[in-house]
C-alpha cells in the first residue's frame, strides 16, 4: 500500500482521533494510523488510546460499579432501606466495564467512516522527507508506506515501570492489568498515590479488597491545592485506604503465594507488605520512542518528550503538532485536544 495524505495523524487517543475528525471536516484528505496491541472483536487494534481501552473510560466504568456496591451495602440502611446480604460478580462487573469499551471504541470506527478519516491499522514511524511531503512507514495490519505533507503526532503514553519491579500484569500491575482483576484480590498493594494509584485502589477497595498504598513522596497529592489534597486524603482514608506517605520502596517478590513489597517506611525502618496482587502506578512516559524522529531530524529530550516549542518552531516542518504525551502528561483528556484543534484550524 502506498498512498498520499493531506494530513497524517500518528495515534487514535482523543487527542489523534479528534484531531483526524477536525481535519477531515475542514477538507483535509486525512489519514489516521493506530497500533495498539488490543484487538478489537474483528481482531483490529481498537481506536481511542489509553483513554477509552486503559484509562478514564474502563476506569470510571469499574468506579460506577464499586460506588453502587459501596452504595447498597453501606449506605442504603441510613435511608432505611434493608437489604439482605449483598455480594458482587466480579466477573460481571467487568464483563459490563468490556462491554462500555467496545462500545466507545467502535463508536470512533464509526465516526472515522462518516468524517472519511482512513483508518490505517498499524505502528506508524518515520522514514524521511521530501519535497512531496513526510514518508511514513507503516508496519501490521495495512503495512506500506505513506506520504503525508502535514503529520500530528498523537502517540499518548504508557505506563512507566521502574527497573527492580517487573510487571506481569497478572500479579504485578500497571493500569492495564488493573482495570482486569479476573477474582478480588483480598490483600492489595499500590505503589503510587497520584491519581491513577488512588483511582484504582480505591475502586477495589469499595468492592472488598483490604489496600495499602505506599507512595515515595511526603505530601499527598503534591500537584493539587493543597486544600483540595487535603480533603482527599480524608475521603480516601475514611474510605479504608491504607494510606503510608515517604516510604522507599527496595524491591518486589512475587511468586505463587503472592508478592512481597519491601520498603523503608518515613523514619527509615524496613517493613515487607505481603499482598496477593501489586499495581505500580509511577507515572506515565511518551510513546515516541518507536516513532524513529530522527529521519526528520526531531529530538526528543532526555524523557522522550518532544519539546514542543523547538518543534513548533523547527523551520522545516511545516504544521505539525504534536499532542498531550509526547509534549507532557496531562491528566485531562478531552480540553486539551479541543485547544490544539483549534490551533490545527
Ligand atoms: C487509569 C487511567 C485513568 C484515567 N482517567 C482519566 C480521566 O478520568 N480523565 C482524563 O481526562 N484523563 C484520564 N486519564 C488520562 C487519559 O487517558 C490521557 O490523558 C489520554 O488518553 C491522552 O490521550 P492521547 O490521545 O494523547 O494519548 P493515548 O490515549 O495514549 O493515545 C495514543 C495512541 O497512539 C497509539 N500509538 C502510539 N505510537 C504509535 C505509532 N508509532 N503508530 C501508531 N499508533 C501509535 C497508541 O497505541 C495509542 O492508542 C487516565 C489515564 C489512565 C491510565
Given at each position: 500500500?502506498?498512498?498520499?495524505?493531506?494530513?497524517?495523524?500518528?495515534?487514535?487517543?482523543?487527542?489523534g482521533?479528534?484531531?483526524?475528525?477536525?481535519?477531515?471536516?475542514?477538507?483535509?484528505?486525512?489519514?489516521?494510523a493506530e497500533?495498539?496491541?488490543?484487538?478489537?472483536?474483528?481482531?483490529?487494534?481498537?481506536?481511542?488510546?489509553?483513554?477509552?481501552?486503559?484509562?478514564?473510560?474502563?476506569?470510571?466504568?469499574?468506579?460506577?460499579?464499586?460506588?453502587?456496591?459501596?452504595?447498597?451495602?453501606?449506605?442504603?440502611?441510613?435511608?432505611g432501606?434493608?437489604?439482605?446480604?449483598?455480594?458482587?460478580?466480579?466477573?460481571?462487573?467487568?464483563?459490563r466495564?468490556?462491554?462500555?469499551?467496545?462500545?466507545m471504541?467502535?463508536?470512533?470506527?464509526?465516526?472515522?467512516?462518516?468524517?472519511?478519516?482512513?483508518?490505517?491499522?498499524?505502528?506508524?514511524?518515520?522514514?524521511?522527507?521530501?519535497?512531496?511531503?513526510?514518508?511514513?512507514?507503516?508496519?501490521?495490519?495495512?503495512?506500506g508506506t505513506?506520504?503525508?505533507?502535514?503529520?500530528?503526532?498523537a502517540?499518548?503514553?504508557?505506563?512507566?515501570?521502574?527497573?527492580?519491579?517487573?510487571?506481569?500484569?497478572?500479579?504485578?500491575?500497571?493500569?492495564?492489568?488493573?482495570?482486569?482483576?479476573?477474582?478480588?484480590?483480598?490483600?492489595?498493594?499500590?505503589?503510587?498515590?497520584?491519581?491513577?494509584?488512588?483511582?484504582?485502589?480505591?475502586?477495589?477497595?469499595?468492592?472488598?479488597?483490604?489496600?495499602?498504598v505506599?507512595?515515595?513522596?511526603?505530601?499527598?497529592?503534591?500537584?493539587?491545592?493543597?486544600?483540595?489534597?487535603?480533603?482527599?486524603?480524608?475521603?480516601?482514608?475514611?474510605?479504608?485506604?491504607?494510606?503510608?506517605?515517604?516510604?522507599?520502596?527496595?524491591?518486589?517478590?512475587?511468586?505463587?503465594?503472592?508478592?512481597?513489597?519491601?520498603?523503608?517506611?518515613?523514619?527509615?525502618?524496613?517493613?515487607?507488605?505481603?499482598?496477593?496482587?501489586?499495581?505500580?502506578?509511577?507515572?506515565?512516559?511518551?510513546?515516541?520512542?518507536?516513532?524513529?524522529?530522527?529521519?526528520?531530524?526531531?529530538?526528543?529530550?532526555?524523557?522522550?518528550?518532544?519539546?514542543?516549542?523547538?518543534?513548533?518552531?523547527?523551520?522545516?516542518i511545516?504544521?505539525?503538532?504534536?499532542?498531550?504525551?509526547?509534549?507532557?502528561?496531562?491528566?485531562?483528556?478531552?480540553?486539551?485536544?479541543?485547544?490544539?484543534?483549534?490551533?490545527?484550524?
Open positions: 500500500m502506498s498512498q498520499v495524505f493531506d494530513v497524517l495523524v500518528i495515534g487514535a487517543g482523543p487527542g482521533y479528534i484531531a483526524a475528525i477536525r481535519a477531515a471536516q475542514l477538507g483535509f484528505k486525512v489519514a489516521c497500533s495498539n496491541p488490543h484487538a478489537d472483536p474483528k481482531g483490529e487494534p481498537r481506536l481511542g488510546g489509553t483513554c477509552l481501552n486503559v484509562g478514564c473510560i474502563p476506569s470510571k466504568a469499574l468506579l460506577a460499579s464499586s460506588e453502587e456496591f459501596e452504595k447498597i451495602g453501606h449506605h442504603v440502611a441510613d435511608h432501606i434493608q437489604v439482605g446480604s449483598v455480594s458482587i460478580d466480579i466477573k460481571k462487573m467487568l464483563a466495564k468490556d462491554e462500555i469499551v467496545n462500545k471504541t467502535g463508536g470512533i470506527s464509526f465516526l472515522f467512516r462518516k468524517n472519511k478519516v482512513t483508518s490505517i491499522k498499524g505502528h506508524a514511524s518515520f522514514v524521511g522527507k521530501t519535497a512531496d511531503g513526510y514518508q511514513i512507514q507503516i508496519t501490521g495490519k495495512d503495512a505513506i506520504t503525508a505533507k502535514n503529520v500530528i503526532i502517540t499518548g503514553s504508557k505506563a512507566r515501570h521502574l527497573p527492580n519491579i517487573p510487571v506481569d500484569n497478572v500479579l504485578v500491575c500497571d493500569n492495564e492489568g488493573a482495570l482486569k482483576f479476573d477474582s478480588l484480590p483480598k490483600r492489595l498493594g499500590v505503589i503510587g498515590a497520584g491519581v491513577i494509584g488512588l483511582e484504582l485502589g480505591s475502586v477495589w477497595r469499595r468492592v472488598g479488597s483490604q489496600v495499602t505506599l507512595e515515595a513522596l511526603p505530601s499527598f497529592l503534591g500537584a493539587c491545592d493543597e486544600g483540595i489534597a487535603k480533603e482527599a486524603k480524608k475521603i480516601f482514608t475514611k474510605q479504608g485506604l491504607d494510606i503510608h506517605m515517604g516510604v522507599k520502596i527496595d524491591g518486589v517478590k512475587a511468586d505463587k503465594k503472592g508478592v512481597v513489597v519491601s520498603y523503608q517506611d518515613s523514619t527509615g525502618k524496613p517493613q515487607k507488605l505481603e499482598c496477593d496482587r501489586l499495581i505500580v502506578s509511577v507515572g506515565r512516559v511518551p510513546n515516541t520512542e518507536g516513532l524513529n524522529l530522527e529521519a526528520i531530524s526531531v529530538k526528543t529530550d532526555e524523557r522522550g518528550f518532544i519539546p514542543s516549542i523547538r518543534c513548533l518552531w523547527h523551520s522545516s511545516s504544521i505539525m503538532f504534536e499532542l498531550f504525551h509526547c509534549i507532557y502528561y496531562v491528566s485531562s483528556a478531552m480540553p486539551r485536544s479541543y485547544n490544539r484543534i483549534v490551533t490545527f484550524a
